[in-house]
């Protein structure tokens, strides 16, 4: 089966301001894909554009916007139409995590989590799938190793990510006939912004290795070039998905709720 189709549309990822986004977005216009880049902070994408731009690439279209609003979402699709061009490649990126006990939550960081990560990945998917389907592209999600598990301490994030691969694997089979590949990208612990503004980022965080976002990006684009349906970046990550099929639930979540509290501090 051939690799998905990038030449007749643009690739479109969202939060691509920095991190695994922002590592997706070099890694696909390293490979002659033509981008549209989406993220909350203007200036940094203003500059990673210029940097692909530099490297002798089509410099990537750009539209700064915060998806946790109601109508971002749209307001993508829109934008891109009256570029006069589709998009072939949809990578959805942009998601959060909180920590802590949801009793003990605010409310607005728990519903923001589930319009993000679920919400706007939704619509974005249903919004761009004709143009995909037309162009035998692609989709790439972007979810986490929580996916495999029940997560106290985290447990509307680690939710939010099992959604995430449930439909993805839907649509990997439900897509197949229409030479459409739909991967979902699972890392576990990764150098970003994400564990600070999950505030996860204590000591016991640097003592778990986490990944350079560079090496899980290239992960992600190798899986969905080679139409897999899921991927699991670094061994020790694989491992943590393999153990959650073994241990039950209710020996796994004492264990997450203890890693999850000790990463706060």
């Known amino acids: 089966m051939s690799t998905p189709d990038h030449t007749q549309g643009l690739t479109v990822i969202t939060g691509a301001s920095n991190g695994i986004g922002a590592e997706l977005a070099r890694i696909f216009a390293r490979y002659g894909h033509r981008?549209?880049?989406?993220?909350?902070?203007?200036?940094?994408?203003?500059?990673?554009?210029?940097?692909?731009?530099?490297?002798?690439?089509?410099?990537?279209?750009?539209?700064?916007?915060d998806l946790n609003e109601p109508?971002?979402?749209?307001?993508?699709?829109?934008?891109?139409q009256q570029t006069g061009e589709s998009c072939a490649i949809l990578?959805?990126?942009a998601g959060y995590g909180q920590a802590g006990r949801m009793h003990q939550a605010l409310m607005p960081d728990q519903?923001?989590?589930?319009d993000l990560n679920i919400r706007a990945l939704t619509e974005l998917t249903l919004g761009f799938l004709?143009?995909?389907?037309?162009?035998?592209?692609?989709?790439?999600?972007?979810?986490?190793?929580?996916?495999?598990f029940s997560g106290p301490s985290m447990a509307v994030y680690y939710a939010s990510k099992a959604y995430v691969r449930s439909l993805s694997d839907a649509l990997h089979y439900e897509l197949a006939s229409h030479q459409v590949s739909v991967?979902?990208?699972?890392?576990?612990?990764?150098?970003?912004?994400?564990?600070?503004?999950?505030?996860?980022?204590?000591?016991?965080?640097?003592?778990?290795?986490?990944m350079?976002?560079?090496q899980v990006a290239e992960?992600?684009?190798?899986?969905?070039?080679?139409?897999?349906?899921?991927?699991?970046?670094?061994?020790s990550n694989k491992a943590a998905v393999l153990l959650s099929h073994v241990i039950p639930r209710h020996w796994s979540m004492p264990i997450i709720a203890w890693l999850q509290d000790k990463r706060q501090n």
């Not at 890392?187 to 986490?210: E, H, N, S, V, Y």
């Open 35 to 65: 981008l549209f880049l989406t993220g909350r902070d203007q200036q940094r994408l203003e500059a990673l554009a210029d940097e692909i731009a530099q490297s002798r690439r089509e410099r990537p279209l750009i539209l700064a916007l």
């Open 71 to 80: 109508n971002a979402a749209q307001d993508i699709l829109q934008a891109l």
């Open 91 to 93: 990578v959805n990126n």
């Open 111 to 114: 519903i923001g989590m589930i």
């Open 130 to 148: 004709p143009q995909i389907i037309a162009n035998q592209g692609g989709i790439l999600n972007v979810a986490s190793t929580a996916a495999f």
């Open 183 to 210: 991967t979902t990208l699972c890392p576990g612990p990764t150098q970003t912004g994400f564990a600070q503004r999950a505030g996860i980022d204590g000591p016991l965080f640097k003592l778990m290795r986490p």
């Open 212 to 214: 350079a976002a560079s």
């Open 219 to 235: 992960a992600g684009y190798q899986g969905l070039m080679r139409r897999k349906r899921l991927v699991i970046p670094g061994l």
